[in-house]
């Protein structure tokens, strides 16, 4: 039950994000770029006490954390580039014509924000998904205001986040609630924000029963909301023979990097390897079992996602057809409680395939390689596999042409298909598409990452027979604004005559 000091602000916060939103959705788009620039800034001003504080509340090392602030600017910073560029707005003009039959209206389209957006940070990012995380800028980007709800296992490094963006709100002369931040581990309390009246979208990054909770929470409300939720995956290696003949060691030792990465918490961590019984495979898996054993054991971010690892990995090494190939050697001095150890283990098709609860992601540096007979088995384990946010092919042209029923299968299940590379690595960028078919998210049409990100927080709005001097700028003849725009179905940045 929550208290009725934090009811109070709950519905303080809402207020001054409602009142907020009819300010801020019409400031122009150099406005909003501006903004987010400036959170940029004054994020780097933080320096290395951000980076010490998250290194402690995390035990994420600081080579890494350095790596994820510089995505975390970096994304503030292209979104604002995106949002002024307009890409993401689809503008789309159709002129009238008197003599068309039936006679067809002048007819121009944009996006416009949806109203204040509730993101929930994520515990194995603390900095790009999480307060100041891609979800935060691209709602701001879109023109929505934002309440975070900010993870309890890296308290401080959030607040001195949110700090940074309320500065930058402050210097850029907007009000204070486009931006407000609420703490507690309380799940009645993102309950009531999901479901206050005033929020109008939800995001999140977070584990497949969170996601579904928030998910089941929103559709509850009287008006529904869209909850854009990303929950991971187990990722699926399909390992075919021709590739493995040529490249065993040299896979293993990229996978081995790959699924150990961050203490294989990223949802990206290639969890499932897939291959036909070969001598190829079985060096593979031998290399692969060598490098895991090299590989330190290493703390998990905090205590639930520790136990949660331990208790899933013992589970599947307990199952009779489930056998241990490899696991850490290296000690690490792992806070009491979250050591994480480096595992790999195999099984064959046949159990894999008469035991769902195999495909299911654990989170940390496990993975499972599971050796098939035949294609057709293959083939049977990928129709079976949920949808995913990655799925990745190990092959040769040769490999493919035999095997092409998968690229078919996984353009289906995945978000994101890759070749001959690992799936830990998500880059910034328009063409990015990290999301899939459910479970991996909640809605597989969207992207968390990236430009087109921003999108999730817009909706489409036509203007039928406006007056010229009435239109908004990105949908006026003159183009003030340069943006490219679709004219009469031809792509162009030139006015409309």
Same mark, same amino acid.
């Given at each position: 039950?929550?208290?009725?000091?934090?009811?109070?602000?709950?519905?303080?916060?809402?207020?001054?994000?409602?009142?907020?939103?009819?300010?801020?959705?019409?400031?122009?788009?150099?406005?909003?770029?501006?903004?987010?620039?400036?959170?940029?800034?004054?994020?780097?001003?933080?320096?290395?006490?951000?980076?010490?504080?998250?290194?402690?509340?995390?035990?994420?090392?600081?080579?890494?954390?350095?790596?994820?602030?510089?995505?975390?600017?970096?994304?503030?910073?292209?979104?604002?580039?995106?949002?002024?560029?307009?890409?993401? %707005?689809?503008?789309?003009?159709?002129?009238?014509?008197? =003599?068309?039959?039936?006679?067809?209206?002048?007819?121009?389209?944009? %996006?416009?924000?949806?109203?204040?957006?509730?993101?929930?940070?994520?515990?194995?990012?603390?900095?790009?998904?999480?307060?100041?995380?891609? =979800?935060?800028?691209?709602?701001?980007?879109?023109?929505?205001?934002?309440?975070?709800?900010?993870?309890?296992?890296?308290?401080?490094?959030?607040?001195?986040?949110?700090?940074?963006?309320?500065?930058?709100?402050?210097?850029?002369?907007?009000?204070?609630?486009?931006?407000? &931040?609420?703490?507690?581990?309380?799940?009645?309390?993102?309950?009531?924000?999901?479901?206050?009246?005033?929020?109008?979208?939800?995001?999140?990054?977070?584990?497949?029963?969170?996601?579904?909770?928030?998910?089941?929470?929103?559709? &509850?409300?009287?008006?529904?909301?869209?909850?854009?939720?990303?929950?991971?995956?187990?990722?699926?290696?399909?390992?075919?023979?021709?590739?493995?003949?040529?490249?065993?060691?040299?896979?293993?030792?990229?996978?081995?990097?790959?699924?150990?990465?961050?203490?294989?918490?990223?949802?990206?961590?290639?969890?499932?390897?897939?291959?036909?019984?070969?001598?190829?495979?079985?060096?593979?898996?031998?290399?692969?079992?060598?490098?895991?054993?090299?590989?330190?054991?290493?703390?998990?971010?905090?205590?639930?996602?520790?136990?949660?690892?331990?208790?899933?990995?013992?589970?599947?090494?307990?199952?009779?057809?489930?056998?241990?190939?490899?696991?850490?050697?290296?000690?690490?001095?792992?806070?009491?409680?979250?050591?994480?150890?480096?595992?790999?283990?195999?099984?064959?098709?046949?159990?894999?395939?008469?035991?769902?609860?195999?495909?299911?992601?654990?989170?940390?540096?496990?993975?499972?390689?599971?050796?098939?007979?035949?294609?057709?088995?293959?083939?049977?384990?990928? &129709?079976?596999?949920?949808? &995913?946010?990655?799925?990745?092919?190990?092959?040769?042209?040769? =490999?493919?042409?035999?095997?092409?029923?998968?690229?078919?299968?996984?353009?289906?299940?995945?978000?994101?298909?890759?070749?001959?590379?690992?799936?830990?690595?998500?880059?910034?960028?328009?063409?990015?598409?990290?999301?899939?078919?459910?479970?991996?998210?909640?809605?597989?049409?969207?992207?968390?990452?990236?430009?087109?990100?921003?999108?999730?927080?817009?909706?489409?709005?036509?203007?039928?027979?406006?007056?010229?001097?009435?239109?908004?700028?990105?949908?006026?003849?003159?183009?003030?604004?340069?943006?490219?725009?679709?004219?009469?179905?031809?792509?162009?940045?030139?006015?409309?005559?």
């Amino acid at each position: 039950m929550l208290s009725d000091s934090i009811l109070r602000e709950l519905e303080l916060v809402m207020a001054r994000a409602a009142e907020a939103f009819e300010v801020y959705r019409t400031l122009s788009v150099r406005h909003r770029s501006a903004l987010l620039y400036a959170i940029a800034q004054e994020i780097d001003h933080l320096g290395d006490a951000l980076i010490q504080t998250a290194h402690r509340e995390t035990n994420l090392d600081t080579a890494r954390l350095r790596s994820e602030r510089s995505r975390m600017l970096f994304q503030f910073r292209s979104y604002a580039d995106a949002t002024v560029a307009g890409t993401w %707005m689809d503008l789309s003009i159709h002129t009238a014509i008197a =003599d068309h039959n039936p006679p067809r209206p002048d007819l121009r389209k944009r %996006m416009v924000p949806l109203g204040p957006v509730v993101v929930f940070g994520a515990s194995n990012f603390p900095f790009a998904y999480a307060t100041a995380g891609g =979800d935060t800028a691209a709602a701001l980007a879109a023109g929505c205001t934002v309440i975070v709800k900010a993870h309890p296992a890296h308290p401080l490094t959030a607040h001195m986040l949110a700090g940074a963006i309320e500065k930058a709100i402050e210097k850029c002369d907007l009000p204070a609630g486009v931006f407000a &931040q609420m703490e507690g581990a309380d799940f009645e309390l993102g309950k009531k924000l999901v479901q206050h009246p005033t929020v109008r979208a939800v995001a999140f990054t977070g584990s497949f029963a969170g996601g579904k909770q928030l998910f089941d929470w929103a559709q &509850q409300r009287i008006c529904p909301i869209p909850v854009f939720a990303e929950m991971g995956s187990v990722n699926p290696v399909y390992l075919m023979p021709r590739k493995l003949e040529t490249a065993a060691s040299e896979m293993a030792l990229q996978f081995a990097r790959s699924i150990t990465s961050g203490a294989g918490q990223f949802c990206t961590k290639p969890g499932l390897l897939i291959g036909l019984e070969s001598d190829a495979l079985t060096q593979f898996t031998h290399d692969l079992g060598k490098a895991i054993r090299k590989v330190q054991t290493m703390p998990l971010l905090h205590e639930g996602i520790a136990e949660s690892y331990a208790r899933l990995r013992e589970e599947a090494l307990m199952h009779e057809a489930v056998h241990l190939v490899a696991e850490s050697d290296e000690a690490f001095a792992a806070p009491e409680g979250r050591a994480g150890i480096p595992t790999l283990a195999t099984t064959d098709g046949a159990t894999f395939l008469s035991h769902p609860g195999l495909q299911e992601e654990i989170f940390g540096p496990f993975s499972l390689i599971v050796h098939c007979k035949s294609l057709e088995q293959v083939m049977s384990i990928a &129709q079976k596999l949920e949808g &995913q946010l990655t799925g990745t092919l190990l092959a040769t042209e040769e =490999d493919l042409k035999e095997a092409h029923f998968l690229i078919s299968i996984l353009e289906h299940q995945c978000g994101r298909l890759i070749l001959n590379g690992v799936p830990t690595g998500v880059e910034v960028c328009k063409s990015m598409q990290h999301g899939g078919p459910f479970p991996a998210s909640t809605d597989s049409r969207f992207t968390a990452v990236g430009s087109d990100g921003i999108k999730r927080f817009a909706r489409a709005v036509c203007y039928q027979n406006w007056s010229p001097s009435l239109l908004p700028d990105e949908l006026k003849n003159e183009n003030p604004l340069n943006m490219g725009r679709w004219v009469n179905d031809v792509w162009t940045r030139d006015a409309v005559k």
